[in-house]
């Protein structure tokens, strides 16, 4: 039983690539958020987008590849819907 679930589970990940429904065209807008007597909070969005244009290199330094983004554009607009994907790590030492 073992065998077989684990070559499910592998094809899966050398496959889901294949079967994802990504943009190959990200945007990404940063916001900071200030308020009185309280923490600040950064916040970055990363979404779809139909632009082609004006690509930039962010988060690029000596140790990590930087991801190539649209900053600041218009989100991809679809019929279907697609899943919310939220993730806090604190990220705040690798920007």
Request: overall charge negative; charged content about 15%.
């Amino acid at each position: 039983m073992v065998k077989p679930l684990f070559l499910v589970i592998n094809l899966f990940i050398v496959l889901f690539p294949l079967i994802s429904n990504a943009s190959e065209h990200i945007g990404f807008k940063r916001i900071y958020y200030d308020i009185q007597d309280g923490r600040p909070l950064d916040i970055a969005v990363w979404y779809a987008t139909n632009n082609k244009q004006n690509l930039i290199t962010i988060a690029d330094n000596a140790i990590f590849w930087g991801s190539e983004v649209i900053t600041d554009e218009i989100p991809e607009i679809k019929s279907t819907q697609s899943p919310l994907i939220l993730l806090s790590h604190g990220y705040g030492g690798s920007w």
